[in-house]
């Protein structure tokens, strides 16, 4: 619950900065006549997420085990790469968004007309909504406790509308360049863990070699797939289901905070490894190489135009 509360607030307060800065926008223009059409995209872009997954939670049970494992292998790819690049264009194009969408609405009222404003709501909260919606239903494969995760993110989107709502009326403080920084490393981390579980899906669909394929190292001892260095690199890493019980309160946090599972393949283990190593270090160098020579300030605003340019000033991570 607390991995995926973490996701619905991180994600959705980035929504909630983005159409907020939309809405402030024109407001500040003397076009809120238009903001039905704005919401509207807003309402289409939810639904869609929402759509997405109930096809993939409902549509998963007509299909074979072999074919589970292996679109939600994929799947839980498709989420860590939206992911790692939804941080890092964070990086890049956090302090020029708010230009951008201004820019893009003074198109939509000069140009498009009514789909143009439509389409800019959409686009402006889909992305993150299939994103959270992908990664989501990943960890709620990979938890098996599908009423905790979605409470949890649910809790974190309910979370992430208030905080949202409370910066625009300028009645809150909060440091967005530090708080999406924070949770920028903890996505790093969950999807590390996601790449984990994904591989273990494509090994048990057959998809890669591993301790359920013809591939496997067979301990001569013991006749089962071996454990160990032996067992590099297509048998198990390690094995602590005796002391860590798979569905235990403490694998459950292990899992959720640093991807750890009780027993782990060589391949998931140099996945997650590779992708913590190589992804980590960029997203360290991106925060250093942004760090402002100032404090940056806190979010507060009696405007609410001023309110909602924090995310881009601040270099939103």
Do not use: C
Not at 109 to 116: H, K, M, P
């Amino acid at each position: 619950m607390l991995a995926t509360f973490l996701i619905g607030l991180r994600e959705g307060l980035e929504a909630a900065l983005v159409v907020g800065i939309l809405v402030a926008y024109l407001g500040r223009l003397g076009r809120r006549d238009v903001l039905p059409r704005l919401w509207a995209g807003v309402g289409l872009a939810v639904a869609l997420a929402l759509g997405i997954g109930a096809v993939l939670t409902f549509g998963s049970y007509e299909l074979t085990f072999v074919a589970q494992e292996l679109i939600g292998g994929l799947l839980s790819l498709l989420a860590v790469a939206m992911v790692t690049w939804m941080i890092f264009w964070m990086q890049k194009a956090g302090r020029t968004m708010k230009a951008t969408l201004e820019g893009g609405i003074d198109r939509a009222l000069t140009q498009g007309g009514l789909w143009a404003l439509v389409a800019i709501g959409f686009v402006s909260v889909a992305r993150e909504g299939i994103e959270t919606t992908l990664l989501l239903w990943s960890m709620v494969q990979s938890f098996g406790d599908a009423p905790s995760a979605l409470l949890g993110a649910l809790l974190g989107l309910a979370a992430a509308v208030v905080i949202g709502a409370l910066i625009a009326r300028g009645a809150v403080r909060l440091d967005l360049r530090r708080f999406f920084a924070w949770t920028g490393g903890f996505l790093v981390i969950v999807a590390g863990g996601v790449l984990a579980y994904a591989f273990m899906d494509l090994q048990e669909a057959g998809a890669l070699p591993g301790p359920f394929t013809a591939a496997a190292p067979i301990d001569a001892v013991t006749g089962a797939v071996a454990v160990g260095w032996q067992a590099f690199p297509f048998g198990w890493a390690f094995d602590v289901t005796s002391a860590i019980a798979p569905d235990s309160a403490w694998a459950a946090i292990l899992q959720a905070t640093v991807g750890f599972m009780p027993r782990m393949t060589w391949l998931q283990v140099t996945a997650w490894a590779v992708y913590i190593a190589v992804v980590g270090f960029l997203f360290v160098r991106g925060l250093r190489s942004r760090r402002p020579s100032a404090s940056a300030p806190l979010v507060s605003s009696n405007a609410a135009d001023a309110s909602v340019s924090s995310p881009t000033q601040q270099g939103a991570a």
